[in-house]
């Protein structure tokens, strides 16, 4: 068993290969992050 990050994602990959038999991408989407740790302020 993997841990870390690795392990998260290690589970979900294996199972949505083995539905599709397709490749997995895994895209991390953190565009608001900077607008989420300074509410106060937006610009």
Known sequence: MESG???C???PIR???AA???RVVILV???D???IDN???PE
Do not use: W
């Open 20 to 22: 599709t038999g397709q």
């Open 15 to 17: 199972l949505a290969h």
């Open 9 to 11: 994602f290690a589970e």
């Open 5 to 7: 990050i690795a392990g």
């Open 29 to 31: 989407d953190e565009y």
């Open 39 to 41: 509410p106060t302020r």
């Open 33 to 35: 992050k900077h607008i």
